[in-house]
């Protein structure tokens, strides 16, 4: 148990709808990323933040997606008008050591 | 565009041979190189992290690096059953930018 809790693990959502993730952490870690991860696949770098500022973003990553820190703790990652290829686990990680659980979404 | 190669596998091995496992980088200016451990259904977890060129050694784990030829390598000697999973390199570059990229990963089965 790395101590990340990603909340909820698990989510089933119909197309066109906006789904909303969170990561926390029990203590305070400066950088924090987001990344996606499908089947057979390593993890794909979505976004990165050091503290509450968000420094870096993919460019693979569409206006649809967007993500907070605020306060420079827990996070959140916000995909709105979901389509099936979003379907994919979504992992939180703080520095490079301590991954989340991860949250299973499913886009019908 | 920064590329992380592994093979996929499955790599076979016995239990209590040596697995090794490979990875290679094109972007020549890495400088953070990563390997973590991920059991079907779970997120990674960090093995261990290698920054110069040469060997580091944890327990069982062993990562070599060599930056010349842009590879980086991880060694699990005694292999155990428990240590099936597939096994992520990842290399993060240099010039202040903390963004790995991850390899697809490759597979490891330890067989009794």
């Known amino acids: 148990d790395t101590g990340v809790s990603q909340d909820p693990r698990h989510k089933i959502t119909k197309r066109g709808q906006n789904v909303t993730f969170r990561c926390d952490p029990i203590?305070?870690?400066?950088?924090l990323y987001w990344y996606r991860q499908t089947l057979g696949q390593g993890p794909e770098f979505l976004t990165y933040?050091?503290?509450?500022?968000?420094?870096?973003k993919s460019r693979l990553l569409s206006d649809r997606f967007s993500a907070e820190r605020p306060k420079g703790s827990f996070s959140t990652l916000e995909i709105q008008r979901t389509e099936q290829g979003d379907s994919a686990m979504y992992l939180c990680?703080?520095?490079?050591?301590?991954f989340g659980p991860g949250t299973r979404l499913t886009v019908l | 565009q920064k590329e992380v190669e592994q093979n996929s596998g499955p790599l076979s091995v016995p239990e209590g041979a040596i697995a090794s496992l490979n990875c290679t980088y094109s972007d020549r200016v890495s400088q953070s190189f990563f390997w973590y451990r991920q059991y079907s259904g779970k997120s990674p977890e960090l093995i261990m992290s290698i920054y110069s060129n040469g060997d580091k050694e944890d327990g069982r784990f062993t990562a070599q690096l060599n930056k010349a030829s842009q590879y980086v390598s991880l060694l699990i000697r005694d292999s155990q059953p428990s240590d099936s999973a597939t096994y992520l390199c990842?290399?993060?570059?240099?010039?202040?930018?903390?963004?790995?990229?991850f390899g697809r990963g490759t597979s490891l089965i330890v067989h009794p």
């Open positions: 990680a703080y520095n490079e050591q301590f």
């Open positions: 990842a290399v993060r570059g240099a010039g202040g930018s903390y963004i790995p990229t």
């Open positions: 933040f050091q503290n509450e500022a968000q420094l870096e």
């Open positions: 203590s305070e870690h400066n950088r």
